[in-house]
Every structure is written in structure tokens, then in C-alpha cells.
């Protein structure tokens, strides 16, 4: 489960790696509506109705529906009384990324080790068991508000954690072939990244594996720089962002004031099919962010050949880049919350490990056009 690559980077091969995760285990968004969050995800983005916790299961709190595709796990939760935690996480942020689950193989190993290197404490080790069998649960802090829980599953056959049940439903949707979570980004504060660059070397045992700076990342107005992290096997990628001063708001910017703080940007999800993704996504009103039709005109002579049509990438808006290594295909839903903060990336791979850095310009450009909009930039 959630293998993406068997290839282990050189620069890990001399250093043992004390933090083995598996992969992205899900992710858990709090959302001031679990009910209609579910629905978005299901008929718009293709994801099937997994598990349920809420009034049904004895839990009086909170209401959480689980929704998966392939690897992809979404957990959205919602309290169902006022004056709460989640609440009051939804009230200072919107909705927003909440978890980061990694899978591991001893959650109380990975628990000690992150605490042992400096990291905060958010749930001590737990055991979880129903009878299908036990979970261990930990968990730490991150950026802001968001919390990274090692989940050790290896114990347990249930459909999803102890607590849940499972839920299936008559209105059936069809998958768009997304597969797994390739990266999580992060926006952080101006002059945080590095704090956070050395967090996850420090504490989580990742190694930097790009940086890109305001000469990259910069059109007449904005800037912003980034660094991304990945762990030892390379399933686990985040790219941490900071604003970089420009003549006018850049969209880290934007994200932290509309945030009211650091978070979770956007989630780029893998498919082996991109076209299809998007044509489906498309029909089903997901809105992509559109960069002129000019991209196109130069597309062949900056990346060479590849197996797509053009014309067809045209009409979607799908971008293109090329690395060392092959080439990535790319586009980005415009946010997909009250808030103007979290989108998603649909991302399939040729080859190409990096993230689109030729696309940063004309992609940014992009976004400032909806911030015009929004009078935020
Ligand atoms: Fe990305």
C-alpha cells in the first residue's frame, strides 16, 4: 500500500533512517459542514464513501466521514457542539488541513524518537481496539496548527480505525483516477521556512531535496521561496513555502492572512492519466486556475517531445515541465473553500521527480489574476 517508488535517493544510502514512514496513512480536514464536505468530495472529485463516526457510533463530539480513492484517504470532521476544539479551529481558520497521518510500522517508536529530537507533543501513544483489532496512535505538532499522528495499523482489519463503521451508500459515483498524495505544501510565515527546513531534518530525520528562491519563484509583483522536504524512501514530500517581498501581496501572503496563520496550501494528488482526470474533474465543476493561451504556443520548443496532444492540453489548461529525469504534467483547482487557501494539484509523473519550476511564472501569474479578483493582491 501507497508504494510510489522502491528507488531510495542516493544522498539517504549512507544515513539509517530512525523515522521509516510507509506513506501518507490520510488526511483529516476539519470543515464547519462534514455532510455536504463528504458530498463535494464524492460527486466531484470521485472519492468513495469509506467509514462514518459521529451520533451513530456513540460518538456525541464529532462527525466524521471518511472518503478514499485508491490510496487516498479524507477524513472530514466536523463538532457537533459548540465551544470546541475543532470549532474553534474552524472559526480562527475555515476549513483546512487538520492531520497529516503517516504509516508506520511502530508508532510509539516514531513518537519517542520525534520528542527525543525536540518535537512537540500532541497525543501521546494510544492504543486503539475494536474487534477487528488494535491501532497505536501518536502524534506531534507542526507548522501552525497542524498536527503530523503516526498511525501503526499492522494489528488491525477493520475498515478504517477503531471508532468508525463503515459506510456505504446507494448514490455510487465513478473514480477519476486519482491514486495516491505525491506532495503536501505548506505556507509558513515570513522568515519561518528555514525553522521549519530544520524541524523536519531535526526531527523527522528528512533530507532537503530542492530549494527555489525569488529569482525562480517571482512575476513584476510577487515572490515567494520554498524549500521541499522529503523523507528517507521519498513517499513523503513537503514542500515548505515563505513569502519573499514584492511590490504587492504574493499568494503566501494572502493564504496567511485569509489562514489567520501557517497551514496546509495544497494537496497535489497523482493519477497515471491526467487528460481523463481533468476532462472528468472538469465535467464534474471542479474550477482550474488558466494560463493564457500563449503557454502553448511555445510549449513543444521548451519541453521537447512528449506523448500528449498539445491541442488537447490546451483546451484543459493542463501545464507541462521537463527535468533532468523526464517530465510532469500538472494544473491546480482553484481554492476549494469559503476561505481563498487550500487547493488541490493534480499531478501525473513521466519521469520528472521536481514540481514544475518552469511553470512557476506563468502559474503565479495565474493566481494573481484571481487575487485581482478578490482585491487581495
Ligand atoms: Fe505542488
Not at 487516498?72 to 481558520?93: A, E, F, M, N
Not at 468508525?164 to 451508500?169: D, H, I, L, R
Request: glycine share 8%; proline share 3%.
Amino acid at each position: 500500500m501507497h508504494k510510489q517508488t522502491e528507488e531510495i535517493p542516493k544522498i539517504y544510502q549512507d544515513t539509517p533512517d530512525f523515522m521509516p514512514i510507509n506513506g501518507t496513512d490520510y488526511l483529516e480536514l476539519y470543515v464547519s459542514n462534514s455532510k455536504q464536505a463528504a458530498h463535494f468530495y464524492r460527486s466531484a472529485m470521485g472519492f468513495k464513501p469509506l467509514a462514518y463516526s459521529g451520533l451513530e457510533t456513540q460518538n456525541r463530539e464529532t462527525e466524521s466521514y471518511v472518503v478514499v480513492q485508491d490510496k487516498i484517504r479524507l477524513v472530514l470532521t466536523s463538532p457537533l457542539k459548540s465551544g470546541s476544539v475543532i470549532g474553534k479551529h474552524i472559526d480562527k481558520h475555515g476549513d483546512g488541513v487538520k492531520v497529516t497521518a503517516l504509516w508506520v510500522d511502530d508508532a510509539s517508536y516514531a513518537y519517542q524518537e520525534a520528542i527525543k529530537r525536540g518535537a512537540k507533543s500532541y497525543m501521546e501513544p494510544r492504543v486503539e481496539e475494536d474487534e477487528h483489532g488494535r491501532v497505536v496512535r501518536s502524534g506531534i505538532h507542526t507548522y501552525g496548527e497542524v498536527v503530523h499522528i503516526f498511525v501503526e495499523r499492522k494489528d488491525y482489519g477493520g475498515i478504517f480505525l477503531p471508532g468508525y463503521k463503515e459506510w456505504s451508500s446507494d448514490y455510487e459515483t465513478e473514480d477519476v483516477g486519482l491514486k495516491f498524495v505525491d506532495h503536501m505544501v505548506g505556507n509558513v510565515e515570513l522568515g519561518m521556512m528555514n525553522e521549519w527546513v530544520k524541524f523536519y531534518e531535526e526531527v523527522m530525520g528528512f533530507k532537503q531535496i530542492m530549494s527555489f528562491d525569488d529569482k525562480d519563484i517571482s512575476t513584476e509583483y510577487t515572490a515567494l521561496m520554498s524549500k521541499v522536504m522529503s523523507n528517507g524512501n521519498g513517499r513523503i514530500k513537503f514542500p515548505i513555502n515563505e513569502p519573499a517581498a514584492g511590490l504587492k501581496k504574493s499568494q503566501v501572503d494572502e493564504y496567511l492572512e485569509f489562514y489567520e496563520g501557517a497551514g496546509v496550501q495544497h494537496i497535489a494528488v497523482a493519477t497515471d492519466d491526467i487528460i481523463s482526470t481533468v476532462t472528468q474533474l472538469k465535467q464534474r465543476g471542479i474550477d482550474f486556475l488558466e494560463v493564457p493561451d500563449t503557454y502553448y504556443d511555445v510549449l513543444n520548443e521548451r519541453v521537447g517531445p512528449i506523448d500528449e496532444d498539445i491541442e488537447k492540453l490546451r483546451k484543459l489548461k493542463i501545464l507541462v515541465d521537463r527535468d533532468d529525469e523526464g517530465y510532469l504534467l500538472q494544473i491546480f483547482t482553484k481554492t476549494v473553500q469559503a476561505r481563498p487557501t487550500m487547493f488541490f494539484e493534480i499531478i501525473q509523473r513521466k519521469g520528472a521527480t521536481s514540481f514544475g519550476k518552469g511553470n512557476f511564472k506563468a502559474l503565479f501569474e495565474a493566481l494573481e489574476r484571481e487575487q485581482e479578483l478578490r482585491g487581495t493582491l
